[in-house]
Every structure is written in C-alpha cells, then in structure tokens.
C-alpha cells in the first residue's frame, strides 16, 4: 500500500533563514504530488502540484519554491522564511484516474520567529 | 481558475439535529468530489467521494452527499449528528485531466450535547 512520509513534524526557524521540507511517496509510481498550507480559517491553500519529474505547478505566488527531483520525492523549499510563512504544511499523493481519494503525510508544523 | 466555496462557516447545532454543508465548485468540465473531515488534533480523514455513478453516495459514519451537476453542487448530509461529529469539515474537487485537488476554506460543526 502507499505510504507517505514528510518531515520533519516540527520546525522552528528563524526569519530569513532558508527552509526544506521532504515528501517521499513509496508503494506508487509516477504519483501526482502537492504540497498545501493548512491555517484555521483558510482550509488547505494548494501550494504547488506536480505530475511528474522537474514538472512544478504553482499555485500561489510567494516565498516558497517547490521541487520534484525524484518520482517520489517533493521538496518544498524557501531561501529566505518570513513571519508570514508560518503555519502547517502537508503533503499528498492522488491518482485522479485511480479511483482513490488523497493520501497525506502527517504534516509539518513550521513556526518562523 | 477552479475554485470550491464552503458556505457555513461554523455552524453549531444539537444532537439529534440533522446537518447540511453546502459546497459548490467553479469548473466546467467533469470532477471528481470529495469530503474529508478533521476531528480535534486529528489528520484528516476520507469521509466520502464520489467520481461517478449515483449522485448520491454514501460514506461512513451516516453521512452521505449529494452531487447535482447543473448546480455545481455536492452537498454533504447526515440526518441526526451526534456529539461526536464535532469537526471540521472540508469539501475538495479534483478537476479531471487538471491533476489539481483543491479544498474549501472548511466548515467548523460544533453539536452540543
């Protein structure tokens, strides 16, 4: 079965330090991988999408980057953090032609200090 | 640019007392739908999908939704909500062939014992 892993769980950082969160997907190939931002109020903010390798889809435009150097790995990244950037990031795996819903990591909390 | 709108946004209620969360969505192609639902310092959790077949699907803990096409709609239901059901709810649509997945800003239930 698939199975997400995203880490770390908590992260405290400072502003304007720089930032890598990791997904990696296992018991799927060629999935199609988000990142979103969960904050009360706003539900989760689709972030950025990719569908496969090198292939980002952004959806906000922000301080954040995303990158996909792997098929199963999604990074999402920033160079310099702001205040604002605080909040919970989850990652997710969907196969829209699978039949099954969406599969998520268990989050990361990033507080930016 | 898709879109999905959750119309309540806390919505308190009695047990025993039935409950409806409006979501509608802004696409014009075919969709796959989902609710997911969020209890207290819990990740979230499939309540429901639907990606075609019968408008009306059922899923777990007596809830069940209802997509009308020509509203935009997929409502979600459950005639007699019980203490438990104290969560946030959230409605997302997958826009086929569009690999995106994106969530409403959610719904806070709050039953009242």
């Known amino acids: 079965s698939q199975t997400i892993h995203q880490w770390p769980a908590t992260l405290v950082q400072p502003v304007g330090s720089p930032l890598s969160l990791e997904c990696t997907v296992e018991?799927?190939?060629?999935?199609?991988l988000y990142w979103y931002r969960q904050a009360a109020g706003r539900g989760l903010q689709l972030l950025f999408y990719?569908?496969?390798?090198?292939?980002i889809s952004s959806e906000v435009p922000q301080n954040l980057s995303a990158s996909r150097p792997q098929d199963r790995q999604f990074i999402l990244s920033s160079k310099k953090l702001l205040l604002s950037d605080s909040g919970f990031y989850l990652c997710?795996?969907?196969?829209?032609?699978?039949?099954?819903?969406?599969?998520f990591g268990q989050g990361t909390r990033l507080t930016v200090v | 640019a898709q879109s999905v709108s959750q119309h309540n946004h806390h919505v308190i209620l009695s047990e025993a007392a039935s409950l409806e969360l409006g979501c509608n969505y802004s696409y014009g192609g075919t969709v796959n739908l989902f609710w997911y639902v969020q209890y207290p310092g819990q990740h979230l959790q499939l309540l429901l999908k639907?990606?075609?077949?019968?408008?009306l699907v059922k899923g777990i803990k007596g809830f069940e939704a209802e997509f009308i096409k020509s509203k935009f709609s997929f409502n979600l239901r459950k005639p007699s909500v019980q203490w438990s059901d104290t969560a946030e709810y959230f409605c997302a649509v997958n826009a086929r062939r569009d690999y995106k997945l994106s969530f409403g800003a959610g719904t806070t239930v709050t039953v009242r014992a």
């Open positions: 997710a795996w969907f196969a829209e032609d699978r039949g099954t819903e969406a599969f």
């Open positions: 990719s569908v496969g390798i090198g292939q």
């Open positions: 018991g799927t190939s060629n999935p199609n």
């Open positions: 639907y990606f075609s077949g019968d408008p």
